[in-house]
């Protein structure tokens, strides 16, 4: 399954890598995920999820930021 998902779905040893490493630290994700057909099933959905987060903590500091709190 992962030569699939680089192969295939042209993802990149990296890629990979640091989705499997983003989703083991994830409460809800490191359940979900354990076994390479399950991260290749679940990885684009992992990876919105990632960005909207990464997203939310970087509005979330500017309006610390702003508000003087940081």
Excluded at 21 to 36: C, E, G, M, N
Excluded at 37 to 53: P, S
């Amino acid at each position: 399954e992962i030569d699939r998902l680089m192969r295939l779905d042209n993802r990149s040893a990296d890629q990979v890598e640091r989705c499997i490493k983003w989703s083991q630290q994830h409460p809800f994700w490191k359940t979900v995920i354990l076994s390479p057909a399950k991260l290749r099933a679940k990885y684009d959905q992992m990876r919105l999820q990632a960005e909207a987060e990464r997203r939310n903590r970087s509005a979330q500091g500017i309006t610390e930021f702003l508000r003087g709190e940081s």
